[in-house]
């Protein structure tokens, strides 16, 4: 079983920056594909960034260049820096981890971004 919990998330002014942390617990490895995804209100979930392994990331065009995807498997744990926040970039931000074919979620983060 694995879980994870997600932090960092608050409200920051437009143009500011934030950096969430999740921090995974059971059994992980690092060629385990983490990433996060962030859902708006009445919009459906989107992959924001994701990571397999150290250093190979994929960005969704909207935050590249703002934000960065890394890793500390010693810690077991993803981070995303988040700079040059937008307020279309406020949402609940998820956590993912690819285990054996199965994805697991964190609970969210609240990300707020204020014009």
């Known amino acids: 079983q694995v879980q994870l919990v997600e932090s960092g998330g608050g409200l920051v002014q437009a143009g500011g920056s934030l950096r969430l942390s999740c921090a995974a617990s059971g059994s992980i490895f690092g060629i385990n594909p983490m990433g996060w995804y962030r859902q708006a209100p009445g919009k459906q979930r989107e992959l924001v960034a994701r990571i397999i392994g150290r250093s190979s990331t994929l960005y969704a065009d909207s935050v590249k260049d703002r934000f960065t995807i890394s890793r500390d498997n010693a810690k077991n744990t993803v981070y995303l820096q988040m700079n040059s926040l937008k307020p279309e970039d406020t949402a609940v931000y998820y956590c993912?981890?690819?285990?054996?074919?199965?994805?697991?979620w964190g609970q969210g983060t609240q990300v707020t971004v204020s014009s």
């Open positions: 993912t981890i690819t285990k054996l074919g199965r994805d697991y």
